[in-house]
């Protein structure tokens, strides 16, 4: 092999890695605006319907038969709105990491006009007390996360499932890692 060749055979490598490189860096900032447009989506619905979590999915069958355990619920949470037996509510007790979707049963008003609320679940014998954190024995606005405005049947599931059964979720990960290796070109 002569020296120009050696010389060509080099350059073409030299394009090569530079190929790579512009590629990878493609594919970087790529994957970097979609999750940045997914986070400002997410403050987006946060602004536009007053609520720390826009969205949530029920976890459990408490709420049968109005939601299913995976439902997806679209939240709104309007501070100027009045709390209202039946509604349903997402909310937060002390030292409860996940929110809770029941209805209001019970409204307790005060002569000072704030008012306190009693959830259950539609599906439960009892009403919330034992749930609340210890000696609370009514819920306040704040601890509402928000209201149910509307949903999407079982489209949550996928969440249940990753969370219960961890192998699914690897499984899911090595899947879409394999997928954006295969399709790197």
């Known amino acids: 092999m002569g020296v120009a060749s050696m010389l060509q055979i080099d350059e073409m490598l030299g394009d090569f890695n530079r190929m790579n490189k512009r590629q990878s860096l493609y594919q970087v900032l790529s994957f970097a605006m979609i999750v940045s447009s997914a986070l400002m989506i997410w ?56 929110p809770i979707v029941h209805r209001v049963i019970k409204l307790h008003e005060k002569e000072d ?12 014998n009892v009403d919330d007390r034992g749930l609340y954190a ?13 209201r149910a405005r509307g949903f999407l049947p079982y489209v949550g599931i ?26 790197r070109e």
């Open 43 to 98: 403050k987006g619905l946060m602004v536009v319907t007053g609520s720390e979590s826009p969205i949530v999915v029920v976890l459990s069958g408490s709420m049968e038969p109005a939601f299913h355990r995976g439902d997806l619920l679209f939240l709104t949470n309007y501070k100027e709105e009045p709390v209202r037996v039946g509604e349903i509510v997402v909310f937060k007790v002390e030292g409860r990491d996940i």
């Open 158 to 183: 996928i969440t249940i499932f990753m969370n219960e059964y961890h192998q699914l979720q690897w499984a899911i990960l090595s899947i879409l890692a394999i997928f954006v290796l295969l399709h």
């Open 134 to 146: 210890p000696n609370q024995l009514w819920l306040t606005k704040k601890d509402i996360v928000g």
């Open 113 to 124: 006009g704030s008012v306190k609320f009693l959830t259950k679940g539609d599906n439960n």
